[in-house]
């Protein structure tokens, strides 16, 4: 029988159903059910996961959570990592805590590793499941840092306006014109502003993505810094000065794939058992309308 592991971004996909529905909305405007617990986030998490599941056929399911933005490893380590990210609206905190606490009792999987992201969570399981041949990764965020993660057996499930694409490996490197394993030294030259990683000052699109074609690695690059490519000479400078700054980047920009605690973990725990019984009363209680 054909395997097929879905991990979802949790966050990921709540608070864009969240923001897209509370656009120009006040909180008293978001729809919310007779005990006026807030659904507009849910009602999109829930359609979309059934959706997924049905349309890939999917046999094995988990959903990441990020740990507080505080209690990461790299804000711990850099305190200026996603420093510059607001305070989340309580309509979509509160959402939080009902969707976690409705995949509990319905028999969906969880997973949350102390200090670590849920692009960590996902990188682990998905390299875990890959190496092992278990069958097809799809790896659900809108979430570019993920194509990192891209390999034979795993492809990321991106949403546009036409629907989802499955955005596999042979698409990344069509794309790019680098290996999937090379996309973490894009981003260390690009930096990345909702995460407030800096990247090389100076280096954008246009210069960063030809760089890692022509140069193969970060390394590569500031090891021949000196017999750089004509080409690049007016970056030349602005690679140097922001070396330290780049090598920085890399560090946070790059999705740890060995978290000790899941090096045993089961994915038979993973195995889609859903309580139908108990999925229809969550459902009916929020007020949820979702075709299953």
Known sequence: MTQNLLLIDGFNL???????????????????NHNGVYTNGLRIFFQKTFNLIKNHEITHLAVAWDVKREESKRRQKHSFYKGTRSDLPEPLIQQYEVCKSVLDRIGVQQVTVP????????????????SNSMGKCFIYSNDKDLFQLLDENTSQLIANKKGDIVYTLQNFTEDYGIDSRQWVDVKALLGDKSDNIPGCPGI????ALPLIQQYGS????FEQIEELDKKYNRYKKKLIEGKASAFLSQELSEIICDITE???????????????ENLVKELNELELKIKL
């Open 262 to 276: 899941l090096e045993e973990f089961v994915f038979d725990e993973l195995e889609l058992n859903i309580s139908k």
């Open 115 to 130: 200090t670590y992201e849920a692009d960590d969570v996902i990188g682990t399981l998905s390299k875990n499941w890959s």
């Open 218 to 221: 970060l390394e590569q690059i």
């Open 204 to 207: 954008g699109e246009k210069s």
């Open 14 to 32: 709540l608070s864009r159903g969240y923001f897209a529905t509370a656009y120009g909305k006040t909180p008293d405007q978001l729809t919310k």
